[in-house]
């Protein structure tokens, strides 16, 4: 079942909900109709103005992790980037993923936000008990990945995109991890990593 975002363009309803207006999208409906969307954020986390891109002259789409953040907070669902998602953000694939899929606590949920399918799907998050995103974002990355992916130049990778300061952090939010990723975090949290 795919749901849409709907609309919201008084302003009790934006008042209500304490958002405001920032970017504007196709949505196909059932039956092959198009519905034209207005998507909506929370003013403590606005997303970014949709650029324009002169060589397509056309808007490009919102980001993705900023729309399924928004939907969470909005629904209070705790969610991960999974799988290629979460390699995609962390720099490991090149590959946009035509559905970036999202762990929930909520229930399963696909939205079309342009050409891009936003998809959650409801799991325990047992290995989301982590309070940080990013420690979250490692740990759905590795396992993605698979034990026997997790090469020098994996974590040499992961190292330099986390930044020092929330290393200490992340080893201790991620305790409660499956044995081998916390062992490759451990890696990636090192002083001194040699790859």
Not at 95 to 101: C, E, I, K, R, S
Request: glycine letters at 6%.
């Amino acid at each position: 079942m795919v749901f849409f975002l709907a609309d919201c363009v008084n302003s009790i309803c934006a008042k209500r909900l304490k958002i405001r207006l920032n970017t504007e999208f196709e949505e196909p409906e059932e039956g092959g109709h198009s519905r034209h969307a207005t998507f909506w954020t929370s003013e403590a986390a606005p997303l970014s103005i949709p650029r324009f891109n002169k060589l397509l002259d056309q808007h490009l789409s919102p980001d993705i992790d900023q729309v399924a953040r928004a939907l969470a907070r909005k629904f209070r669902w705790r969610i991960q980037p999974s799988g290629a998602t979460a390699l995609n953000f962390l720099g490991l694939s090149t590959q946009v993923p035509a559905l970036a899929v999202y762990l929930s606590d909520g229930p399963d949920r696909v939205y079309q936000v342009g050409n891009m399918a936003l998809a959650f799907e409801h799991t325990a998050l047992k290995e989301s008990g982590v309070k940080l995103k990013e420690s979250g974002l490692i740990v759905q990355a590795l396992k993605s990945l698979g034990q026997e992916q997790i090469t020098p130049e994996v974590i040499a990778k992961i190292r330099a995109w986390l930044p020092e300061s929330l290393r200490a952090k992340v080893l201790a939010d991620t305790k409660t991890a499956t044995g081998w990723a916390y062992s490759a975090i451990q890696q990636i949290t090192q002083e001194e990593f040699h790859g």
